[in-house]
């Protein structure tokens, strides 16, 4: 492919600074109206350049299917973040099938004078894998915004409550494990089995560990929190799940929480 006529719709023009430049370039680039211009293209690697346009291409339509959601959605910008992240990776693959589909019509062209490559054709009707793709994306990154925002929500009517409610002990004394822990006041009182003979052992059957922990917190809240964290061998997903809990009590608590260097032994 020497040189290419490319058919584009003026919007997409207008957000797409590779496609305007070639308007100064060819005195052949003819405007229909104000609706559809044709570009000629012509690059000693025109078939990168026509992959990377449709694929920039086809993100652009994709988002612009979501911009009802995206223009309501609180954390935009932390969007727009992972997604590029996220593109990135999966642009290897968008790239290989769109390459596919430019070589076919290419096969399908190659007897004529002109080879035409109609952007907005391509995007309505040809595109599905492409557009499934970028949207299951989207749509992935969209729901794990919603959660953060919902868990930052969350944090934040703790961080309230703990700062609103009179605290009923002074200093707690915890020391937590990757499968259990222990919490316990000044005199050495287990606070986990004083919280739970109050409940009926339903509520708590299949409550996760750490949830208890924030629980027993929540309701007593506590002064001063010292927290113990001994080294013991812990796999990547327990490293992981560890640190979320410890960030998450820094957040609720801040000052209150201190890492102490030992564990308490009253």
């Not at 350049?49 to 911009?67: A, G, N």
Request: glycine letters at 2%; a negative charge.
């Amino acid at each position: 492919m020497h040189c290419v006529y490319v058919d584009v719709t003026a919007e997409q023009l207008m957000h797409n600074e590779v496609l305007r430049s070639y308007l100064s370039q060819w005195e052949d680039c003819c405007l229909d109206g104000e609706k559809y211009c044709r570009l000629r293209v012509s690059d000693d690697d025109i078939e990168r350049l026509l992959v990377q346009m449709t694929v920039e291409e086809s993100i652009h339509w994709v988002l612009q299917q979501w911009r009802q959601r995206l223009a309501e959605l609180g954390n935009r910008q932390r969007f727009d973040t992972i997604l590029a992240e996220r593109l990135r990776e999966l642009q290897p693959q968008l790239e290989l099938l769109v390459q596919h589909d430019l070589l076919h019509v290419y096969h399908c062209q190659k007897d004529r004078d002109l080879y035409s490559w109609n952007m907005e054709g391509y995007l309505l009707f040809s595109a599905k894998k492409p557009k499934w793709m970028i949207e299951t994306l989207v749509q992935d990154v969209y729901q794990s915004c919603i959660e953060e925002q919902e868990r930052e929500d969350f944090i934040s009517l703790l961080q309230f409550c703990a700062s609103a409610q009179q605290s009923l002990l002074d200093e707690v004394y915890i020391t937590l494990q990757k499968d259990h822990f222990t919490m316990t006041d000044v005199w050495g009182n287990d606070l986990q089995q004083i919280y739970l003979e109050v409940l009926p052992a339903e509520e708590y059957a299949d409550v996760q560990m750490h949830d208890l922990l924030l629980s027993i917190l929540m309701t007593m809240l506590p002064d001063t929190i010292y927290l113990f964290v001994p080294e013991e061998p812990l796999s990547t997903a327990e490293q992981l799940q560890q640190e979320k809990l410890l960030q998450l009590l820094r957040k609720i608590f801040g000052r209150r929480l201190i890492i102490a260097p030992h564990a308490y032994k009253p």
